[in-house]
Every structure is written in structure tokens, then in C-alpha cells.
């Protein structure tokens, strides 16, 4: 399996951007499709973004569409999360994670990073 670790998680204003970056290690990256979750504090996993193997086709959940782009480096192993116009509503815990295609359901996936903590102040 792959292995992920999340970063680039913080504290930032209404308005604001970041950028989050999941790292792996362990097999071949570009054998696997990647995406990105979030869970806030009493609510349920939430897709975010999918990227292909190749990262010629990504998928975006509506309620970020327009505002967070996905995209991967496989030279660098790294899938990547720019996050612009951020809302206090984006406030999560976000986690990338692996499956062998791209998909929204967090069922498809079947390794997960341990997430790293966005909080958006108003």
C-alpha cells in the first residue's frame, strides 16, 4: 500500500487561501487515483476533489467548485489541494486518500492520510 501525510493545514481569514499537500511514499503513486475529504466536528466525511492517475481528469464537489482546485505532481509523489476564497463553513479536518479510480465515495478509497486541521476565522 501507499502511505500518505498530509500538510499545509492552518489557521487563516475569511478570504483567504491555502494550499494542502499530501505526500506518499511506499508503492508506485501514479498507480493510484486520488482524492480529498473533509470532516468538520459533528458532521460526516465530505468528498472534496478527485484527481485521475494521470491528473488529466479531476472532479470537484459543488459546494467547492469555482474556489478549491486538486492537481498532482507524480514526479513528486504529491497530490495537492489549492484552496482560495476560503469560507468559515470550509473550517475541517481535511484527508487525502487513495483508491484505484477516481470517485466520491469515501468507500472507493482504501488508504487514508490522518488529515491535517483548516480553521477559517470570520
Known amino acids: 500500500q501507499v502511505q500518505l501525510v498530509e500538510s499545509g493545514g492552518g489557521l487563516v481569514q475569511a478570504g483567504g487561501s491555502l494550499r494542502l499537500s499530501c505526500a506518499a511514499s511506499?508503492?508506485?503513486?501514479?498507480?493510484?487515483?486520488m482524492g480529498w475529504f473533509r470532516q468538520a466536528p459533528g458532521k460526516e466525511r465530505e468528498f472534496v476533489a478527485a484527481v485521475s492517475r494521470s491528473g488529466s481528469s479531476t472532479y470537484t464537489a459543488d459546494s467547492v467548485k469555482g474556489r478549491f482546485t486538486i492537481s498532482r505532481d507524480n514526479a513528486k509523489n504529491t497530490v495537492y489541494l489549492q484552496m482560495n476564497s476560503l469560507k468559515p463553513e470550509d473550517t475541517a479536518v481535511y484527508i487525502c486518500?487513495?483508491?484505484?479510480?477516481?470517485?466520491?465515495?469515501?468507500?472507493?478509497?482504501?488508504?487514508w492520510g490522518q488529515g491535517t486541521q483548516v480553521t477559517v476565522s470570520s
Open positions: 486518500a487513495a483508491a484505484l479510480s477516481p470517485s466520491n465515495r469515501g468507500s472507493d478509497y482504501d488508504t
Open positions: 511506499g508503492r508506485i503513486f501514479n498507480n493510484y487515483a
